[in-house]
């Protein structure tokens, strides 16, 4: 049977450690079973969710977003060092937008000569960025428009000449039109 909460606690005075380990454990019962308690009513009211309203929601992600506004960010990346490419991977525009700013980031910089980055859409070149030699950012605002399905892709042109550059990141934000 519990003891009261005035019992343990005289028992606690008396040096009753036995009493006190009880109650301390009957107590985290009683919390366990109340979180069990809390988690089912919790799933319960899950279940007021329908799966059509949800799967509506995820479909229209896109749409939302256009709605609400803002900027919006992509990041494109080349891990290891540098080289000079002509980029293929591909990234498409899910609607019509606008994009307003190109951020370069290296992880290390470039000797002797720049890195120079171009951003191309639908293999037109739409921005060039060139990290001086010892620099590891550079942002450069733009304004160039893309369609829903229209590309970038990026080329790495140079990548110094005593030290090539390593690990670079191409940061684009746009917002939707």
């Known amino acids: ?35 069990s308690d809390r988690i ?43 080289s000079p490419t002509r980029g293929i991977a591909r990234w498409y525009a899910p609607n019509d937008l606008t994009v307003t700013e190109i951020t370069s980031r290296v992880g290390t910089s470039s000797l002797g000569q720049p890195i120079t980055i171009v951003i191309n859409s639908n293999d037109n070149t739409s921005s060039t960025t060139r990290l001086a030699p010892t620099i590891t950012s550079l942002s450069n605002t733009v304004n160039f428009s893309m369609s829903e399905g229209d590309y970038l892709t990026v080329d790495v042109n140079t990548i110094g000449t005593v030290r090539a550059g390593s690990d670079l990141s191409v940061q684009v934000s746009f917002s939707y039109t």
Request: proline share 0%; hydrophobic share 40%; no cysteine.
């Open 1 to 35: 049977m519990a003891k009261s909460r005035a019992r343990v606690f005289a028992d606690f005075i008396s040096g009753n450690n036995v009493a006190q380990i009880e109650y301390i454990a009957s107590q985290a019962n009683n919390l366990t079973l109340s979180i």
């Open 40 to 82: 089912q009513k919790a799933n319960a009211y899950a279940n007021f969710i329908s799966n059509t309203n949800f799967q509506s929601f995820v479909a229209n992600t896109n749409q939302y977003i256009s709605l609400v506004g803002g900027t919006q960010h992509i990041q494109l990346t080349q891990d290891g060092r540098l």
